[in-house]
């Protein structure tokens, strides 16, 4: 008996995107290879790349693409309806917690030891590279957990570096997209517990992974995305959907309808919320904070300063939403 096989189509499965974007990766460093060394070779490579560049925005116009973090687009956020607004800080109030925070004297020994090591970090450090500008963020992250304990000796907080959270499914007028990856820093304030099992399963050998997380953050989790570093530009713009679709996986993930996150390369921070209502996702972002390079001493204290306030609020709260207002 013969049986009558029906032929798959790009319909019927999820048309992993990374892939397409591997094969771009490829040419281009074949590209660079061949730059200057043969010019008909190089002009055949350019003509590929144009059919490859639209064969990729074909495909990510397909109804079902899957696709990870640091490969999302615009294009899936639209195709989505994810929608854009404004995080504005209210001045005023932003300043009222500043000159709080400065009367702190437990927060301002751990500010000032930060300052210090930052100090130190810049005078040995290069920071032309990914991992010079990552050495800025692994201090300012450590920081937030020596305030948090400090200041509250019943609570700490836990850094998951890469945390992967489960892929998520998206649906809209027919168009299905699965986001998966990690998440580059899951930041969490958790409750000890006496026996230690809470930090045991956080940042031990054997820890619980995602669930655990959202279990015992209380809604007092943020995370962070890592742009890559480069020197001179203002690239965080280029990461901002790799930002939301985490964000949005974690809302898929958890029981909580907002999230707080941040996107930084070391030197600038841009802040986020996503909200989700009746299944429409909103991200709000604020302007860029620049936390310049210390040549004026004063002023690189001042922006730090703000730098970790607005990063303590996003970790545990405390201004309400009287610190900024979110417009559409």
């Known amino acids: ?12 499965e999820f048309i992993d995107i990374s892939k397409m974007r591997r094969l771009t990766t490829s040419l281009d460093n074949l590209r660079e290879e061949l730059r200057g060394v043969a010019e008909t070779e190089t002009e055949i490579l350019e003509e590929v790349m144009k059919h490859v560049e639209m064969l990729d925005r074909i495909l990510r116009e397909s109804k079902r693409v899957k696709v990870s973090f640091s490969d999302a687009s615009m294009t899936e956020l639209e195709n989505l309806g994810v929608e854009e607004g404004y995080l504005v800080f209210v001045n005023g109030k932003l300043n009222n917690l500043l000159e709080e925070n400065k009367k702190d004297d437990l927060l301002n020994k751990s500010f000032n030891d930060l300052l210090s090591q930052l100090h130190k970090i810049y005078q040995r450090v290069n920071m032309g590279y990914e991992a010079g500008a990552r050495t800025v963020l692994d201090a300012i992250l450590l920081f937030l957990g020596d305030v948090i304990s400090v200041k509250s000796p019943h609570r700490d907080i836990a850094i998951i570096p890469e945390m992967k959270p489960h892929e998520a499914l998206f649906k809209k007028d027919g168009y299905e997209v699965t986001f998966s990856g990690s998440v580059d820093y899951a930041i969490v304030e958790y409750e000890p ?11 031990g050998p054997d820890s619980f992974g995602e669930t655990y997380v959202y279990q015992v953050a209380e809604g007092r989790f943020f995370f962070l995305v890592e742009a890559k570093y480069q020197t001179g530009k203002d690239s965080l713009g280029l990461f901002i959907p790799e930002a939301v679709t985490q964000a949005m996986a974690v809302l898929s993930n958890s029981n909580e309808d907002t999230v707080r996150f941040c996107l930084s390369d070391g030197e600038q921070f841009m802040f986020f919320i996503l909200k989700r209502e ?22 690189f204290e001042d922006q730090l300063r703000r730098v970790v306030t607005l990063l303590l609020e996003w970790l545990h709260p405390t201004g309400g939403e009287n610190l900024y207002e979110l417009e559409k």
Do not use: C, E
Not at 1 to 12: N, P, T, Y
Not at 278 to 292: A, G, M, V, W
């Open 1 to 12: 008996m013969s049986v009558l096989k029906r032929q798959r189509s790009l319909k019927d």
């Open 193 to 203: 517990d006496q026996a230690g099992d809470h930090r045991a399963r956080l940042v």
């Open 278 to 299: 009746n299944s429409t996702y909103t991200y709000y972002r604020s302007i860029t904070q620049s936390l310049y390079r210390p040549g004026n001493p004063q002023f």
